[in-house]
């Protein structure tokens, strides 16, 4: 309240006493800090039910004026922007996880540590187990592969190193008898 007695809330009037130094409705010169607060005239105010601004969404809640800031917070049915990138839809609070699933920047690594990075289009079809067990048969295969190769060569060697013996022990006979001549 002014000097006048005409009311107004604090922050309006502070603004209007920035340019003007009169009432705004009777233009009554208004000098230094005469205006007062008014505490109860606040408080009932405050304590006035107010519907949700997001009513036309369908939020159905009445609250006092003091809590609107509280609820529009945490109302179920405030517009909100979807969290995946790229994505520049706004969606009910209530509905973020559903749009989230469906969405198509929608992107995630598997949960059960295959590295793979889920998208809507592959999210469906994939399976851990299949696609570990397919890599760990590539993987066995090529294992057995090396094996063969390794035991082939192992066998070529064993062979030739018994021909080499063979040789070797042929010589010092072969020796042995030049001398006895």
């Given at each position: 309240?002014?000097?006048?007695?005409?009311?107004?809330?604090?922050?309006?009037?502070?603004?209007?006493?920035?340019?003007?130094?009169?009432?705004?409705?009777?233009?009554?010169?208004?000098?230094?800090?005469?205006?007062?607060?008014?505490?109860?005239?606040?408080?009932?105010?405050?304590?006035?039910?107010?519907?949700?601004?997001?009513?036309?969404?369908?939020?159905?809640?009445?609250?006092?004026?003091?809590?609107?800031?509280?609820?529009?917070?945490?109302?179920?049915?405030?517009?909100?922007?979807?969290?995946?990138?790229?994505?520049?839809?706004?969606?009910?609070?209530?509905?973020?996880?559903?749009?989230?699933?469906?969405?198509?920047?929608?992107?995630?690594?598997?949960?059960?540590?295959?590295?793979?990075?889920?998208?809507?289009?592959?999210?469906?079809?994939?399976?851990c187990y299949m696609e570990l067990k397919e890599t760990y048969n590539k993987q066995l295969h090529k294992l057995r592969q090396k094996a063969r190769r390794i035991e082939s060569l192992s066998s070529q060697m064993s062979r030739q190193i018994q021909l080499?013996?063979?040789?070797?022990?042929?010589?010092?006979?072969?020796?042995?008898?030049?001398?006895?001549?």
């Amino acid at each position: 309240m002014i000097s006048c007695g005409h009311i107004f809330c604090r922050k309006c009037i502070l603004q209007w006493l920035k340019r003007q130094q009169t009432c705004p409705c009777c233009r009554t010169e208004v000098r230094g800090k005469l205006y007062v607060q008014m505490h109860k005239l606040k408080r009932k105010i405050n304590r006035l039910q107010v519907k949700c601004p997001n009513e036309q969404n369908g939020c159905p809640a009445l609250f006092p004026l003091l809590r609107s800031e509280e609820h529009a917070e945490t109302c179920a049915f405030g517009l909100v922007a979807c969290a995946n990138g790229g994505c520049s839809a706004q969606v009910l609070r209530k509905d973020v996880e559903d749009h989230s699933q469906s969405c198509e920047y929608w992107s995630e690594m598997c949960h059960m540590g295959c590295g793979t990075l889920l998208t809507p289009a592959n999210r469906d079809e994939h399976n851990c187990y299949m696609e570990l067990k397919e890599t760990y048969n590539k993987q066995l295969h090529k294992l057995r592969q090396k094996a063969r190769r390794i035991e082939s060569l192992s066998s070529q060697m064993s062979r030739q190193i018994q021909l080499l013996s063979e040789g070797l022990e042929g010589t010092p006979a072969a020796a042995s008898t030049e001398e006895a001549e």
